[in-house]
C-alpha cells in the first residue's frame, strides 16, 4: 500500500491535491465574514483564499514577510503606503503600509487587502477605488 501510494504521489496533479488539503492552502471561504463597505470587496477567486509568506517592501524600503504580522492573532491591513495610517481600529488590526510599485507581485492590481488572523484574504480594494487608503470599519 505504501509504494502505491508513493507511485500516485508521483503524479504532479495529485500530489497537489493533497499538499493543498493537508496544508489548508486548498481551502477556501467563499462567502465573507461581514459585509464590505467604503470601497472595499469580497472579490471571487481571491477574497476567501489563504496568502502564503512572501516577501514584502514596506513603504521605507526595509523587506519583511507576511507572516510575523499574523503571530499576534490580528487582522492584517496591507496597504501601498497611505499619507496617513489613521484608523479607528488601529488596536485591532496590524497595518502594513508597503512600498509603492515594490509589491506588485503581492498585491497585483490592489491597492489595498484585508487578511484575517488565520491569514486568509477577507477583502480587497482595486487600485481605481483607492483614493483613500485607510481602512474604516
Do not use: C
Amino acid at each position: 500500500m505504501r509504494r502505491t501510494f508513493e507511485d500516485i504521489l508521483r503524479v504532479p496533479a495529485i500530489n497537489r491535491y493533497f499538499a493543498d488539503e493537508v496544508s489548508g492552502f486548498g481551502v477556501a471561504y467563499p462567502e465573507p465574514l461581514f459585509q464590505v463597505e467604503h470601497n472595499w470587496e469580497h472579490r471571487k477567486g481571491v477574497s476567501g483564499h489563504r496568502l502564503s509568506d512572501g516577501d514584502i517592501v514596506l513603504r521605507d524600503g526595509s523587506r519583511t514577510t507576511l507572516y510575523p504580522y499574523l503571530q499576534e492573532g490580528r487582522w492584517v491591513l496591507l496597504q501601498v503606503a497611505a499619507e496617513s495610517n489613521a484608523t479607528p481600529v488601529r488596536d485591532a488590526i496590524n497595518i502594513v503600509s508597503l512600498a509603492p510599485g515594490a509589491n506588485d507581485g503581492r498585491l497585483g492590481k490592489f491597492a489595498s487587502m484585508l487578511v484575517r488572523p488565520d491569514g486568509y484574504l477577507a477583502h480587497v480594494r482595486a487600485v481605481d477605488d483607492a483614493g483613500s487608503t485607510e481602512f474604516a470599519a
